[in-house]
């Protein structure tokens, strides 16, 4: 399984609300343009940060130590990861995440800003794998297309998200 994914947040409402978004989810430490998953989905206090050893996770509790709850309440393993990424813009931003989407998150998102349509578009770094895009309005998907892997369509989706062409990656589409 790859272990990254490109994540594109777009915004579309306006701008004065663009702006509240951005600021509301930025990563304090990087600025507008990253994206904090604990600004929408808070980790409690009480989880054991610490190594996860089989003993630590024994005495603490699987569902107590930050692996699993990471899992469980934001859908990867991982705050967001990386800074602001060249391709972000006023309205979109690009960020990485561990094995998944985080379209749990993406969800709570929309419902904290019910106003705004939230575009939330992914792909694996498994070219043409785990491509998907998902319009989200207040909490309802208003919008979703998830193509097959390895579909030319996935591919298609890949290049799109990544802001790539095929000859990047050496990809020619059979016109047939």
């Known amino acids: 399984m790859s272990d990254k994914i490109t994540n594109r947040l777009c915004f579309l409402g306006e701008e004065k609300e663009i702006k509240e978004i951005l600021e509301f989810i930025k990563n304090d430490e990087i600025g507008v343009g990253s ?3 604990n600004k929408i989905i808070s980790m409690p206090s009480w989880i054991y940060k610490g190594s996860l050893s089989k003993n630590e996770c024994k005495k603490h509790r699987d569902e107590n130590c930050w692996l699993e709850w990471c899992m469980k309440n934001w859908g990867t393993k991982w705050n967001a990861i990386g800074g602001i990424d060249k391709r972000s813009t006023d309205d979109t931003i690009y960020f990485f995440t561990a094995w998944s989407n985080v379209t749990q998150i993406i969800i709570k998102l929309s419902l904290i800003f019910p106003t705004v349509e939230i575009e939330y578009s992914y792909c694996n770094e498994e070219f043409g794998t785990g491509v998907g895009m998902i319009k989200f309005r207040n909490t309802r998907i208003i919008e979703e297309y998830i193509p097959n892997d390895y579909s030319k369509e ?15 990656y050496n990809i020619i589409f059979d016109e047939n």
Do not use: T, V
Request: charged letters at 45%; glycine letters at 6%.
């Open 35 to 37: 994206i904090d998953f």
């Open 154 to 168: 996935a591919y298609e989706g890949s290049l799109e998200i990544e802001k790539s062409k095929p000859e990047d």
